[in-house]
């Protein structure tokens, strides 16, 4: 936790986690990078503490919060894991599939 805040008990330290996982989940337009600047800062964690409990190191995590890098999907995955998800692919259903666009694919 990071020491500029006061200490929070369990209760509100897991309350937060659930803040910041319902956050990049109800936020799927966000960045990779934008969504680990939101995790670490609602779950009030310093880069040093995200590296820690993450397994991922300092100077990566640096990069991928300043966009020097998208990070590798491993990385995404350490990151995303402390909160129970993992990077995925979905469909994008803005737009009705044409049957002609099906048979197209094979």
Same mark, same amino acid.
């Given at each position: 936790?990071?020491? *500029?805040?006061? !200490?929070?008990?369990?209760?509100?330290?897991?309350?937060?986690?659930?803040?910041?996982?319902?956050?990049?989940?109800?936020? !799927?337009?966000?960045?990779?990078?934008?969504?680990?600047?939101?995790?670490?800062?609602?779950?009030?964690?310093?880069?040093?503490?995200?590296?820690?409990?993450? #397994?991922?190191?300092?100077?990566?995590?640096?990069?991928?919060?300043?966009?020097?890098?998208?990070?590798?999907?491993?990385?995404?995955?350490?990151?995303? #894991?402390?909160?129970?998800?993992?990077? #995925?692919?979905?469909?994008?259903?803005?737009? !009705?599939?044409? !049957?002609?666009? *099906?048979?197209?694919? #094979?």
């Amino acid at each position: 936790m990071d020491k *500029r805040f006061t !200490p929070l008990s369990l209760a509100e330290q897991l309350e937060l986690r659930k803040q910041a996982l319902d956050d990049v989940l109800a936020h !799927p337009e966000w960045s990779l990078a934008q969504s680990v600047r939101h995790l670490k800062k609602t779950m009030r964690l310093t880069t040093a503490e995200m590296a820690r409990l993450s #397994g991922v190191a300092y100077r990566t995590i640096q990069d991928i919060e300043q966009e020097r890098s998208d990070g590798s999907v491993q990385t995404m995955n350490r990151i995303l #894991g402390m909160l129970g998800l993992k990077l #995925g692919v979905a469909r994008v259903t803005s737009e !009705p599939e044409t !049957p002609s666009a *099906r048979e197209d694919l #094979g």
